[in-house]
């Protein structure tokens, strides 16, 4: 048993329906995505993260549940499901799911006998005001709801959403709803996954703007969605969307009895701005949150399947990165984001692609990859919203990518055909016969990574350097150490370190954007081409003065 494996995960998020059509619908599903867990263990993830699959109206990219214990018809069914779980466990990749317990569809049907009978149990699984409150706070999607209170005229009342008027609040607070999430989890978890993402996490430690919506002992309600986990199988995890200041984050991690994991949605604000502003200095400063506990883990990520949210930078800073990596407006969401992969924010320059990988494999906590990241997919900003980012897979250059045989009218999004992102320059299949591509060189940063349990194990220390444009990290793990270097800059750099524990004549390259030459006793300065990346094997130790 492994109870610590997230540590060491390297962890690849799957919208189902966009991944492989395996039954010729146009639509992705369970038995596409089985068909592809060769592919996915040969490009060296670990453990999938799948966006939800559940009956849903899918006005919100299936995060508008409708039935929390059946799969949308579209994308197959429970067997399916089991089938595919066996299957990953055969290629060993462990699978994770989307929890979804801040909201529900108004479609559900707790949704409907609250609205029909305020005197039924279920209209307490929701959140009621018989007159609209003066005091709200502002919506989550602001340009598309305008407001957090939606009348229901069933009811003669106003219900609470953070989100979309048709995803109403569940009242977690309330013990017959924590019944039916827990019994929820204890579902899936009979699958045999290996735990939750969970969905919205924010708002149950409290201070959502509204008193009603908090919940009266958020810690307790945190250690039972651990321990309901730990039941079922020790080596499950949760791992949280909790996007929230520095001094909040204790509250999720607890010491150690809480949230497995989060998002580090702190570092991934200021590694946007590093990278906009070819600094190393934001990204220092984000990496100073403390670390969580010992058996505890952050989640990095560059892009995600929403939009890139900068919600905690300055509006100076924003606009910054977005001068950089959005300028045009239609690039952009909700005054506050960007709806861009990454590729196409890079202009597809390999050596930076490379650069911005291997800096995200560096960090300290698990990497996350989305689908397509690995071999440079782009986006459709002709999509409404954050769907821009969620196009098909393009497998091959043949008939709609090789994500489905048939005809594009039946397509229920299309893939790119043309431009420098389109199927006949970007796919799967050409990448995979190239010793020299994209998805290639992926490969080579997975299997890396694996060689480098320090990275998912032991803080990393910032060291310092005569140049600006130049991260340099270390870490130390059971008597060995590494060094990594990256050139935020599109300028080649030499660079000499500050420190007096590490020296760059003790340097061993092991993973590069280039052969450089060897480090010798009379080493005493470093390059870095444009863009580049060195990590390194540090030789010999010396003792702090």
Known sequence: MD?????????????????????????????????????????????????????????????????????????????????????????????????????????????????????????????????????????????????????????????????????????????????????????????????????????????????????????????????????????????????????????????????????????????????????????????????????????????????????????????????KFAPEEDMRIYNRGIRRRLAPMLNGNRQHLEMAYSLLFSLPGSPLLIYGDEIGLGEDLALEGRTSVRIPMQWSAGTNGGFSTVPAKKLFRAPLLQGPYGIKKVNAESQQQDENSLLAWMKRLTRMRKHCREIGRAPANVQNTDNPHVLVLTYEFEGNALLIAHNLSGKPVRFKLKSRRYHARQLVDIFSNRTYEPTTEETTQLDLDEYGYRWFRVNRLKTEA
Request: hydrophobic residues 35%; proline residues 5%.
């Open 3 to 323: 109870e610590l494996w997230y540590k060491e995960a390297i962890f690849y998020a799957i919208d189902v329906e966009s991944f492989q059509d395996g039954n010729g619908d146009g639509i992705g599903d369970f038995k596409g995505l089985t068909s592809r867990l060769g592919y996915l263990e040969d490009l060296g993830v670990t453990c999938l993260w799948l966006l939800p699959f559940f009956t849903s109206p899918n006005r919100d990219n299936g995060y508008d549940v409708k039935d929390y214990y059946s799969i949308d018809s579209r994308l197959g069914n429970l067997q399916d499901f089991s089938d595919f779980i066996a299957a990953a466990k055969e290629h060993n990749i462990r699978v994770i799911i989307d929890l979804i317990i801040h909201h529900t569809s108004n479609e559900h049907h707790w949704f409907h006998a609250a609205s029909n009978d305020p005197s039924s149990k279920f209209h307490k699984y929701y959140i009621w005001s018989e007159e609209k409150p003066e005091k709200t706070p502002p919506p989550s999607f602001p340009g598309q709801e305008n407001d957090v209170w939606t009348y229901e005229k069933r009811a003669g009342a106003f219900y609470f959403h953070h989100f979309y008027s048709f995803q109403p609040d569940l009242n977690i607070d309330n013990p017959d709803v924590q019944h039916e999430i827990m019994s929820i989890m204890e579902f899936w978890l009979a699958f045999k996954i290996d735990g939750f993402r969970v969905d919205a996490a924010t708002f149950i430690m409290g201070d959502n703007g509204v008193k009603e919506d908090e919940i009266r002992n958020p810690v307790g309600f945190l250690k039972k969605l651990r321990k309901t986990v730990t039941n079922k199988n020790k080596e499950a995890i949760l791992l949280a969307e909790a996007d929230v200041e520095p001094q909040k984050i204790p509250d999720f991690f607890g010491r150690g009895d809480r949230f497995n994991s989060l998002f580090n949605f702190i570092l991934d604000n200021y590694l946007f701005l590093g990278l906009a502003r070819e600094e190393a200095q934001p990204i220092a400063e984000a990496l100073k949150i403390p670390m969580p506990p010992k058996t505890c883990q952050w989640t990095n990520f560059l892009r995600n399947l929403d939009e890139l949210n900068l919600g905690k930078l300055t509006e100076e800073e924003r606009q910054d990165v977005f001068k």
